[in-house]
């Protein structure tokens, strides 16, 4: 089994601060999980470094970051991968979180996410999502409630072997949502009821410009 997870950036001393980059890399290479394959991509003009020395490196211009992860999800799978997981440089992540979501990944699901927390700019946590408690994941995305937390998001193969989940980059920032509603039909999804992500709220965010 192999097991990818994907970083994608641009800019990032516009959007990032060091620190929140530094903290989301340690705790994806202290996950409990081993044997993680690294996959990143710098999707604009500006030769700005790897972040991982041991990452398989692209530096391909992209529209947004939703067509650099089209791009670089597909890579890794094509690379071999069976499994791959989202991340955001600007969150971090529970040590158990690959581990645990793999569990269901392996039982068949195409699509697991999980519980989250909000933090601040400087790490405090200021609210708990616990998404199960929402019911129904098909009928919540079905009602545009997105309830699939993109930042703790991993996939299977077989999800991403349907030529239609890609994301769609003319639905930024919503492009997760649309995904996840045209794809649910199709597939399997749950949700992790633990918090696995720490997920931070600041100004320079797609989701907080648009």
């Not at 994806?28 to 991982?52: H, V």
């Not at 697991?112 to 601040?120: G, K, L, P, Q, R």
């Not at 408690?133 to 309830?147: A, C, E, P, T």
Request: with cysteine; glycine share 4%.
């Amino acid at each position: 089994m192999k097991v990818g997870v994907i970083f994608f950036h641009k800019n990032i001393e516009k959007i990032y601060k060091k620190r929140w980059i530094n903290k989301c890399i340690d705790s994806i290479r202290n996950q409990s999980k081993k044997g993680l394959t690294f996959y990143e991509i710098n999707y604009g003009d500006n030769a700005e470094p790897r972040l991982l020395d041991d990452s398989v490196f692209f530096h391909e211009k992209k529209e947004n970051y939703a067509d650099a992860m089209n791009f670089i999800i597909s890579k890794a799978f094509e690379d071999g991968c069976d499994y791959i997981f989202n991340t955001n440089l600007d969150d971090y992540y529970s040590e158990k979180r690959i581990e645990k979501q793999l569990k269901y990944l392996e039982d068949g699901y195409d699509l697991v996410s999980s519980d989250f927390c909000y933090i601040n700019e400087d790490d405090e946590v200021f609210h708990q999502m616990n998404i199960t408690k929402y019911g129904s994941i098909f009928l919540n995305l079905k009602n545009n409630h997105n309830v699939i937390a993109h930042p703790s998001v991993g996939i299977s193969k077989e999800f991403w072997l349907d030529k239609d989940n890609r994301y769609d980059i003319s639905k930024v920032p919503a492009e997760d949502l649309d995904l996840w509603k045209r794809s649910i039909d199709k597939h399997m999804f749950y949700i992790v009821d633990e918090v696995l992500l720490f997920y931070r709220i600041h100004k320079q965010q797609e989701s907080s410009k648009k």
